[in-house]
């Protein structure tokens, strides 16, 4: 059995690749593909964070499962894609403040413990996409202040990512136990992210036959409604009402129109220095592990930047207005009911915690499950 493991990382057209896959894995099984996903997801991100924060038993059973699956379908080769899998110790430890100080550590026994739970059933080739490092930096800093409340500015967020940043340290620690590995630079397959995954790692041809390989998933914020989602972030709030904020932010985006204006975070000074930084490593990455090099920012595109000029008083009171309106719409105000009795079921009466999949059913549907 060969074991396709996508390891992302995020911000290289994950969400649209699972998607894809996901809808087509019929077709996929046709030609001798298992295309792996866990519950009602898109993805096994759920599988990474388990690796990471509750390495236990139950992840070597769920790939003996999905094994026997592949098995019984005839197939020969499971794809686990879970962009989660890339610096998990930055997203599952240090992002939820559980310090950092054995960073590598962490990290390098995380990949280990996968590496064992995999087994000697399969053999595995990692797949890895690299996005170049301050396009990587404002996407996921975008995506955190849109779904994870982060508040902190950009300048402050790129000191407090840097391990993320080091893609030739992660690697290392990869290519030690994963030795067969693919390392793409995102913009060899940034046009369309499914064709390229399905004819240059998966083989398959005939591409024509599948749905969804043009699918744009994550809705970008414009900038206004970045600073007002990071302002909201700031208050002290619930973990329910930070979670019914995100989606109302996000019906926000879905409203509103975006100019473009302003998606470069970095200033050009603090951009080239952030590349300064990489370069030494970057180049390593391309000479051990075989990426193509990233393109070099051109100066026109740093010439041509300007400075966000902050949010009004006008426009942050516009879109508090609008903000208001959503939530107090029924869907959301019926969902943040049942989140809360969730919440007080888990907390307190766990014998009724067979009630919490019903009620799931029972909601609103404002967003697609990635």
Not at 129 to 135: A, E, M, P
Not at 179 to 187: E, R
Not at 268 to 286: I, Q
Not at 326 to 332: F, K, L, P, Q, V
Request: with cysteine; aromatic share 10%.
């Amino acid at each position: 059995m060969q074991l396709i493991l996508h390891i992302g990382t995020h911000k290289t057209g994950t969400s649209a690749l699972q998607a894809c896959l996901s809808r087509n894995e019929r077709l996929l099984a046709h030609k001798g593909i298992h295309y792996v996903r866990m519950g009602p997801y898109k993805n096994c991100n759920v599988l990474a964070k388990m690796v990471a924060k509750t390495p236990g038993v139950e992840i070597k059973a769920f790939i003996d499962r999905q094994i026997e699956k592949a098995n019984k379908l005839g197939a020969n080769t499971l794809v686990i894609s879970a962009e989660a899998f890339y610096a998990m110790t930055f997203f599952f430890h240090k992002f939820n403040n559980r310090g950092d100080s054995d960073y590598w550590d962490r990290e390098s026994a995380s990949v280990e413990f996968l590496h064992r739970a995999l087994g000697p059933h399969t053999t595995t080739r990692l797949i890895v996409f690299f996005r170049r490092q301050d396009r990587f930096l404002e996407s996921i800093y975008q995506q955190l202040v849109q779904s994870r409340g982060l508040a902190m500015s950009i300048d402050k967020f790129r000191l407090f990512a840097h391990e993320a940043l080091d893609y030739y340290r992660h690697m290392q620690i990869w290519g030690a136990l994963f030795p067969n590995y693919k390392v793409y630079a995102y913009d060899e397959a940034s046009e369309n992210i499914c064709d390229f995954f399905l004819s240059m790692v998966l083989s398959v041809t005939g591409n024509e036959e599948f749905e969804g390989l043009d699918s744009r998933l994550n809705i970008r914020f414009s900038r206004d409604l970045l600073e007002y989602k990071r302002l909201l972030n700031s208050l002290d709030a619930s973990d329910v009402d930070r979670y019914m904020s995100n989606l109302a932010c996000l019906e926000l985006a879905r409203t509103l129109s975006d100019d473009g204006r302003y998606q470069d975070y970095l200033a050009p000074d603090d951009r080239t220095t952030l590349l300064d930084e990489v370069e030494a490593n970057n180049a390593l990455l391309s000479d051990v592990f075989g990426m193509k090099p990233f393109p070099v920012p051109s100066d026109d595109s740093l010439s041509a930047w300007s400075p966000y000029p902050g949010l009004s008083e006008e426009r942050a009171r516009e879109l508090a207005e609008r903000d208001a309106r959503i939530r107090s719409g029924a869907g959301y105000r019926i969902e943040r009911l049942a989140l809360t009795a969730r919440q007080h079921i888990q907390q307190h009466l766990p014998q009724l915690a067979w009630m919490i999949p019903l009620g799931r059913s029972l909601l609103p549907k404002h967003r697609n499950l990635q």
